[in-house]
């Protein structure tokens, strides 16, 4: 299995308890709906706190404000990733994912690749 990871921040305005209610409420369910089509085998929307743990650790490490939340999606492979993206029916869904998107991510300031997970036990 392999995994996208989306790493996101909220649009410039928009507080992030709306950015987290759009998403899980709208953008979620509309993923869901077509994540066949995907081929997605699991979708998890992690949802960043607002706590002040959240702000301590940024603040001893020197890092940088926290995404407001991180999206990770499975799929089988790489190849099975690849080979949906062709699709025709993947194009039109890719376009108004991201018009869906578009309503409540800053893309320019948000990131998301492609990684392979190791488990520790």
Known sequence: MIKLIMCLHRKEG????AF????????????????????CKKYVQSLTLDSPLNAGLQQSRGMQDAFDGVAEVWF??????????ETAEFAELGQALLE???VFID????????VREVEFE
């Open 107 to 114: 893309h320019a300031r948000s990131c998301g690749f492609i």
């Open 14 to 17: 928009m507080t992030r308890e």
């Open 76 to 85: 089988e492979s790489e190849q099975d990733l690849m080979e949906v993206t």
């Open 20 to 39: 987290q209610d759009y998403w899980q409420n709208n953008h979620g369910p509309f993923f869901m709906k077509n994540a066949a089509i995907m081929r």
């Open 100 to 102: 869906d998107q578009s």
